[in-house]
């Protein structure tokens, strides 16, 4: 990732969008930045394209090279890249086509690989490629050098909706020089649309939210009954094997009684319902605001669940939509979280929500939110309960 500064060519300077290319970041999985590496040209070929044909040049970039990412990397990298794609952001994906067979051979392997694109489906894509290497075609070498990259966005392509694939040309080396022995092709593909983020948690069914509820019940009355109890059975829902952030909120008589909440980034590998079995624990005995939950309040608590999109950064408050986007503060290690019902409960305006944000849950000054040290991420939420 090339993460901050920004990129100059003969005809330009394209600034680098630090905020949103260090949101793609995570070190631990080995999602880094690395300025060495970008002496590759392929996107440097990019970066001109997009200045000649942007002539204002008002916009900005985030770099990225793929080699070979595990699968945990890749799909952490498309869910994040598929939650900040909108009207205004594209995702280019640069990738030459067959190398080196002769011209009719090109066009044949060409056309496979063409055609599982437009499937839309990564599986597709690498069953097709895995199946057409084994064809021997004579010097083959590659059906696609930037592979991987087309199947990450084909990944990022599934968790959006009312995409449409087109191919605008397809063409190889042969037909610019005339020489048809050893050939290189090249297709331009594009995927147009809404682009809304099917994010499994929109979709959450009723069945899978009343099995989530069961689950945080079923946690805490085993706790209450063996402290030591780490009993879960999995369930029957498949939606909730989805990875996902979530909060657990208590309530008594309509007061809070408990909540803690995890962040699909604190616990990458953690499905969504190991996710609330810990929060539900740690609610009913862990938040530091209340005494542990007793046995006596067991029937009278509430329970309700709040499923959190993936957190984004903020170039400023005034940006957040208040009652409907959670919001998290970030100031070196103090950091505090509001759900968006908080904003909805109180009536708080946007000043107040935040003042009170970096106050009372990351005992920074009321007015951090302004300091411009202060990182401000939002993110959305399902909410739900008995």
């Known amino acids: 990732m090339f993460n901050n500064g920004s990129w100059q060519t003969p005809i330009g300077i394209t600034p680098v969008d630090e905020a949103y290319a260090n949101y793609l970041i995570d070190d631990d999985l080995g999602i880094k930045s ?11 070929m990019q970066v001109l394209m997009l200045q000649y044909a942007l002539k204002d040049n008002d916009f900005k970039i985030i770099p990225i090279l793929i080699s070979k990412p595990t699968k945990e990397q890749e799909e952490i990298l498309a869910s994040k890249l598929a939650s900040i794609l909108d009207k205004d952001t594209i995702l280019i994906v640069s990738s030459d086509l067959s190398h080196y067979p002769e011209y009719d051979d090109a066009v044949q ?7 599982a694109i437009l499937s ?22 590659t059906y696609a050098c930037g592979y991987e990259s087309i199947a990450l966005a084909l990944n990022v392509a599934q968790k959006l909706d009312n995409l449409q694939f087109a191919k605008l040309k ?16 090249y297709s331009a593909i594009i995927a147009t649309g809404n682009g809304h983020n099917q994010n499994a948690l929109n979709s959450l069914s009723k069945d899978a ?68 079995h810990n929060a539900a624990i740690d ?20 329970i309700e669940i709040s499923i959190m999109t993936l957190r984004k950064p903020v170039n400023s408050y005034k940006n957040i939509k208040l009652g409907k986007q959670g919001v998290v503060v970030t100031q070196g290690t103090h950091s505090g979280t509001f759900l968006p019902v908080v904003a909805r409960d109180t009536g708080w305006s946007l000043d107040k929500f935040m003042s009170e944000l970096c106050s009372q849950k990351a005992h920074l000054s009321p007015t951090c939110y302004l300091d411009k040290n202060t990182k401000i991420d939002v993110f959305d939420t399902v909410e739900f309960g008995e």
Do not use: W
């Not at 839309?120 to 070498?141: A, D, G, M, Q």
């Not at 397809?170 to 092709?185: E, K, L, M, Q, W």
């Not at 879960?232 to 657990?248: C, D, I, K, R």
């Not at 609610?283 to 509430?302: M, S």
């Open 283 to 302: 609610a009913a005995f862990n938040d530091p605001r209340f005494d542990k939950l007793t046995k006596d309040e067991f029937d009278d608590v509430e």
């Open 34 to 44: 690395d300025l060495n590496a970008f002496s590759d040209h392929t996107i440097e």
């Open 109 to 115: 392997a060409d056309s496979k690989t063409i055609e």
């Open 170 to 185: 397809y063409a190889n080396s042969g037909d610019i020089t005339g020489d048809h022995s050893r050939v290189v092709g």
């Open 209 to 276: 939210k009343n099995e989530a509820l069961q689950i945080a019940r079923g946690a805490i009355k085993s706790a209450l009954n063996d402290k030591n109890s780490t009993t879960m059975q999995p369930p029957s829902n498949l939606e909730l094997y989805e990875p996902a952030g979530a909060f657990v909120t208590l309530k008594e008589n309509n007061q809070l009684r408990g909540c803690i909440g995890y962040f699909e980034t604190d616990n990458i590998k953690q499905p969504l319902y190991k996710v609330i």
């Open 120 to 141: 839309e489906s990564e599986n597709t894509f690498r069953s097709n490629i895995r199946e057409y290497e084994h064809k021997n075609i004579n010097n083959l070498e």
